[in-house]
């Protein structure tokens, strides 16, 4: 499940996380990972015909015209230059929805001008909301597999603010 850092280093009680995600309309969910995709998930790298698996097994939502896999790993040649770039603090016109599928990894969020660190894993289900300053860092391990559910049927993008990670 979730846990969410303040700067401070506290930890913010479940109850906190509700009443937080709440104010600011941020979704933090369990959805258990189908078991039928542990080995495919396990693979390093995922070509296209697995990753197809992996969004067969997983439910669309009607309200987003696109989705897709991402998988950040040590062994994806432009793993470093794809990471850095979801580290710059930015926003999205539409919601940002990730299934965290494998791996681990960190969403920064601004909450009462204070920096919160929503860290995530295997079955998390996490909405951040259109306009909300955010970033996302992977973790020691440098590794992550989830499917992005996209408002924009061109695929990602972002509006970066320029604030310092």
Same mark, same amino acid.
């Given at each position: 499940? !979730?846990?969410? %850092? ?6 913010? &009680? =479940? +109850?906190?996380?509700?009443?937080? $995600?709440?104010?600011? /309309? ?11 995709? !542990?080995?495919? %998930? ?6 296209? &015909? =697995? +990753?197809?698996?992996?969004?067969? $097994?997983?439910?669309? /939502? ?30 999205? $016109? ?72």
């Amino acid at each position: 499940m !979730a846990t969410l %850092l303040f700067d401070d280093g506290r930890e913010a &009680t =479940a +109850a906190e996380i509700e009443a937080i $995600a709440r104010a600011h /309309r941020i979704v933090v969910e369990h959805r258990p990972v189908p078991a039928a995709l !542990a080995e495919t %998930l396990a693979r390093p790298l995922l070509d296209d &015909t =697995a +990753a197809a698996t992996v969004l067969d $097994a997983l439910p669309p /939502r009607p309200e987003f015209p696109s989705r897709d896999l991402i998988v950040l790993h040590p062994e994806r040649p432009d793993n470093e230059q794809l990471a850095t770039k979801f580290e710059n603090w930015h926003r999205h $016109a539409g919601d940002e929805i990730r299934h965290i599928l494998d791996g681990a990894g960190i969403f920064g969020v601004i909450v009462d001008g204070q920096r919160a660190d929503l860290h995530v894993g295997p079955g998390d289900f996490i909405v951040v909301p259109a306009g909300l300053e955010h970033n996302f860092r992977l973790t020691a391990a440098r590794r992550i597999k989830a499917v992005r559910y996209l408002s924009d049927a061109e695929g990602w993008s972002a509006e970066f603010t320029g604030r310092a990670a």
